[in-house]
C-alpha cells in the first residue's frame, strides 16, 4: 500500500509541473511555454516551413516562439500514455510526427532531421527524415 501511495504522488507532482494556461501549457520546472491550441493538430509543412511558423507565431501575447529541439520536445512526452504520447495537461495533439529543429548530422549530412511520434511518444532513428518531408508543428518559448 505505501509503494501505491508513493507511486501516485510521484506521478501527482510530475502532471503538476505542467499547468494549462489559455492557448499554451506551461512547464514550470523547466521555464518553458508550450504552443496547445487546434493549429498543432493542424498546421504541417516541411522542416524549413515549420522553422519559419515558429519564428512568425504570435499567440497570446508573446512573439518570441521557436521550434524546440529533439531534447525538449521529449520533456512533454508521457510513454504510460499511447496516441497521443504526451502530458496529461496538453488538450491538443495527434498521434503522429512533429518536427523538432535538432538536425541529424552524422556522416556530415544535413539534409535529414529529428521528429518526435507522439503515437508512443519516441524519437529513434526510424524518426530522422528528409526536411522535405510534411510534419506537424508544435512551438516553445522560454518564459523565464
Request: aromatic letters at 16%; glycine letters at 4%; hydrophobic letters at 40%.
Amino acid at each position: 500500500m505505501k509503494n501505491i501511495f508513493f507511486i501516485s504522488l510521484l506521478l501527482s507532482f510530475s502532471f503538476a509541473d505542467f499547468i494549462k494556461i489559455s492557448n499554451t501549457v506551461v512547464d514550470r520546472a523547466r521555464g518553458l511555454q508550450w504552443q496547445d491550441n487546434i493549429e498543432v493538430t493542424t498546421n504541417h509543412g516541411d522542416w524549413h516551413q515549420a522553422q519559419q511558423y515558429c519564428k512568425n507565431l504570435k499567440l497570446d501575447g508573446f512573439n518570441d516562439w521557436k521550434l524546440p529541439s529533439k531534447e525538449l520536445l521529449l520533456t512533454i512526452v508521457d510513454i504510460r500514455r499511447f496516441n497521443p504520447a504526451i502530458n496529461i495537461a496538453f488538450k491538443y495533439s495527434n498521434g503522429l510526427g512533429y518536427w523538432t529543429s535538432t538536425s541529424y548530422a552524422r556522416n556530415h549530412y544535413y539534409g535529414k532531421a529529428w521528429n518526435v511520434n507522439f503515437m508512443d511518444g519516441y524519437s529513434r532513428y526510424k524518426n530522422i527524415i528528409p526536411k522535405i518531408s510534411n510534419r506537424y508543428v508544435r512551438c516553445v518559448r522560454f518564459s523565464r
